[in-house]
């Protein structure tokens, strides 16, 4: 697809020149700018006051040393990041990343991404998001802990309960976040809700843990139910199988799927008899083993080394929840030619350009991740809020409101893109709905000269 708008496409080529060697990056700005075009046809207010060029820009970046001292007694030296890209609508809001994969164009991305997915969500929530190129694997648990308050150490400086909430991603988990935690009440003397995911004893969220996977299948089942059609009696393709993997899978199964693989960057598994949720909860979240152990322990299951392959897997209703870029155009096509009826993104940009071009063309349902993974920080705004009024709601109230902003952000993005001529096209209706509010709120701020 190449740019209608010679204005969008000025702005992708300056973000391409001062942003060089930032490939993801690049790849997530261009696709909101072309699904903007029918927007900056008629709404000349919004290109007149410099709305997207300023978006294209994070309001700031924040690069840092993180020293720590491993078990030998050696110093280890990591860099960390927050990107702070957008606060019209609210504080800073998105995950901190831990992988050794990270780097600016890829918290940039996903910061980017984040302004509109928080959007979406209907909550007053910003975007940002952060981490390091710190790898969690294999390191102790006091390793972690060193790291973590390191880490925290400097991020201290720059965020707040009103200011910056991070919260976990890849890497991130529970763990993470009470080191984090711990290490900011440490420095501030404060007890805020600075993070989200935080544990339930020392004011986490209930259905904070479930909350995207189980997002995602909501968010999927009612994209099915338009075409008359559901999660029931289904096969599931689940990639991955950490916080979203896990929860997906345990939802698709509860609405009437069977889950039939998942994986890690190592490899995937099959079992026609379907995954059980909580074994792998075991496996992957409390014994931190890989994936392969999966098939040691349930007889069924078969282990294959290569990850890639999971998209050979025949399945009706795909659910990537690994990694950005996990799928391409060549693994999008056997998944068509296998008859594959659903894909919705639980991971941030799993799919790339090329593969969503080809599921869109073959009429596949097409949940982008802006909006089929958004309840993961729709809880953690809801997680906010009880921190900020000082009480916990129960699991179901958090769920019924998890489900509810799920069906409501489905129905925007499909309105959206009916408003604005790409009728049936979620990538273009949730960049677009996304988008008209953060842009509104831009044009009321003014501009500072
Ligand atoms: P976890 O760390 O819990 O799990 C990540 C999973 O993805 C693991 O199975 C991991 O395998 C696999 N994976 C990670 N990197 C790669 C890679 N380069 N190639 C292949 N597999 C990989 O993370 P989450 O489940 O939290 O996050 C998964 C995705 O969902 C990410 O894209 C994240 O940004 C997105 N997301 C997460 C939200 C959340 O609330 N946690 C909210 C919205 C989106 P291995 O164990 O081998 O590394
Ligand atoms: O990508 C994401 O939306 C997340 N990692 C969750 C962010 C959050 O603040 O809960």
Known sequence: MSFNSQYLADVFDKVCTRNPNEPEFHQAVEEVLKSLTPVVEKRLDIVKSGVIDRIVEPERQILFRVSWVDDKGEVQVNRGFRIQFNSAIGPYKGGLRLHPSVNASILKFLGFEQIFKNSLTGLPIGGGKGGADFD?????????????????????????????????????????????????????????????????????????????????????????????????????????????????????????????????????????????????????????????????????????????????????????????????????????????????????????????????????????????????VATSALEMSQNSARLSWTFEEVDTKLKNIMVNIYQSAAKAAQDYGAEGNLVVGANIAGFLKVAEAMMAHGISY
């Open 136 to 376: 969690p694997k294999g390191k102790s648990d006091l390793e972690v802990m060193r790291f973590c308050q390191s880490f925290m150490t400097e991020l201290a400086k720059h965020i707040g309960a009103d200011t910056d909430v991070p919260a976990g991603d890849i890497g991130t988990g529970a763990r993470e976040i009470g080191y984090m935690y711990g290490q900011y009440k440490r420095l501030r003397n404060e007890y805020t809700g600075v993070l989200t995911g935080k544990g339930l004893s020392y004011g986490g969220s209930l259905a904070r843990t479930e909350a995207t996977g189980y997002g995602l299948c909501y968010f999927s089942e009612k994209m099915l139910n338009d075409k008359n059609s559901s999660f029931k009696g289904k096969t599931v393709v689940v990639s991955g199988s950490g916080n979203v993997a896990i929860h997906a899978t345990a939802k698709a199964t509860d609405l009437g799927a069977t889950v039939i693989a998942v994986s890690d960057s190592s490899g995937y598994v099959v079992d026609m008899n379907g995954i059980d949720a909580k074994i792998l909860n075991q496996i992957k979240t409390i014994e931190r083993l890989r994936i392969s152990e999966y098939a040691k322990r349930v007889s069924s299951a078969k282990y294959t080394e290569d990850c890639k392959g999971i998209w050979q897997q025949k399945c009706d209703i795909a659910l990537p929840c690994a990694t950005q870029n996990e799928i391409d155009q060549e693994s999008a096509e056997i998944l068509v030619r296998n008859g594959v009826l659903a894909v919705a993104e639980g991971a941030n940009m799993p799919s790339t350009p090329e593969a969503i071009a080809v599921f869109l063309k073959n009429g596949v349902l097409f949940g982008p991740g802006k909006a089929a993974n958004a309840g993961g």
